[in-house]
T-cell receptor, first 116, second 108 residues
Framework: DSGVTQTPKHLITATGQRVTLRCSPR?????VYWYQQSLDQGLQFLIQ???????AKGNILERFSAQQFPDLHSELNLSSLELGDSALYFC???????????????FGPGTRLTVL | KNEVEQSPQNLTAQEGEFITINCSYS?????LHWLQQHPGGGIVSLFM???GKKKHGRLIATINIQEKHSSLHITASHPRDSAVYIC??????????FGTGTLLAVQP
């Protein structure tokens, strides 16, 4: 158990809908990262937050947004969902705010999103 | 051509065998990570390397910055090592790039 929790585990929704995925980092970790893993594109980094502020941005679509709250949990909002958004969404946390070059990351179990 | 290539894509080994998974990249990097993804989907960070070699239990990771190549070795492989192994590099421009993974099956 990494200490990172994600809810829900599974989510099934329809095209055009909006969903929110939630992540609670390990106790004491200030950074939260979001990743998407799909069958055709593999793992992709979406976005990083550090202590409430956006720190780094990857291949995140404009239809997607994230935020980190004062209690350090984070939410990833996906809107106007398309079939191609079906994927596993992972969050990870680390203690520092620097990039992957310096901090080991601890991954949550993921949320499997199915868009029908 | 992908900026991060892993080989082989699939690997089947017998329990006890020595296993090598390779990662080659075409960009300048500041660090490289090896990740393990279990059949259930969970991801574990195995190593973070910027030079040389690291060892943890039966796992050894090496990196040759000049040759732009890293290897992950598993000694005395066990069926519980069956997983997808993913290489990820942090480019010099701070872009995170994942390889497509190597699916390892270790048979008893």
């Amino acid at each position: 158990d990494s200490g990172v929790t994600q809810t829900p585990k599974h989510l099934i929704t329809a095209t055009g809908q909006r969903v929110t995925l939630r992540c609670s980092p390990r106790s004491g970790d200030l950074s939260v990262y979001w990743y998407q893993q799909s069958l055709d594109q593999g793992l992709q980094f979406l976005i990083q937050y550090y202590n409430g502020e956006e720190r780094a941005k990857g291949n995140i679509l404009e239809r997607f947004s994230a935020q980190q709250f004062p209690d350090l949990h984070s939410e990833l909002n996906l809107s106007s969902l398309e079939l191609g958004d079906s994927a596993l969404y992972f969050c990870a946390s680390s203690s520092g705010g620097q990039s992957w070059s310096y901090n080991e990351q601890f991954f949550g179990p993921g949320t499997r999103l199915t868009v029908l | 051509k992908n900026e991060v290539e892993q080989s082989p894509q699939n690997l089947t080994a017998q329990e006890g065998e020595f296993i090598t998974i390779n990662c080659s990249y075409s960009v300048g990097i500041s660090a490289l990570h090896w990740l393990q993804q279990h059949p259930g989907g969970g991801i574990v960070s195995l190593f973070m390397l910027s030079s040389g070699k690291k060892k943890h239990g039966r796992l050894i990771a090496t990196i040759n910055i000049q040759e732009k190549h890293s290897s992950l070795h598993i000694t005395a492989s066990h069926p519980r090592d069956s997983a997808v192994y993913i290489c990820a590099v942090i480019s010099a421009t701070n872009k995170l790039i994942f390889g497509t993974g190597t699916l390892l099956a270790v048979q008893p």
